[in-house]
């Protein structure tokens, strides 16, 4: 039950290049997010993207209606780490801090 004890939802990246925390959990922020923003790319389908205010990084998820049941599927966020040298998209996990 999410309600008993400490709650700890969240996310979290240490970019090691900058030495910049990025993280949003329920009790605090970092504070160097922009706003989430939603859409709907159809009636199945929601997406949910965060940049950080610098736009080196960008969390995406995308939960999609599984037919025929009551559950849905939540694909992995992806992490787009931009730098001058290091154009490129990838799933990654988010590094330990």
Known sequence: MINVGTVDEGY???DFTTNT???DYGFTDSGNWNPSTLTFPNA???VSTRITSDG???ITNTITKVPATAFCRS???QYDRKELDRHRS???PAPPC
Do not use: K, S, V
Request: hydrophobic share 35%; with cysteine; glycine share 16%.
């Open 12 to 14: 979290g990246i240490c």
């Open 21 to 23: 925390h990025y993280f």
């Open 44 to 46: 199945n389908t929601a």
């Open 56 to 58: 080196i990084w960008r």
């Open 75 to 77: 694909g992995e966020g």
């Open 90 to 92: 990838e799933h990654l």
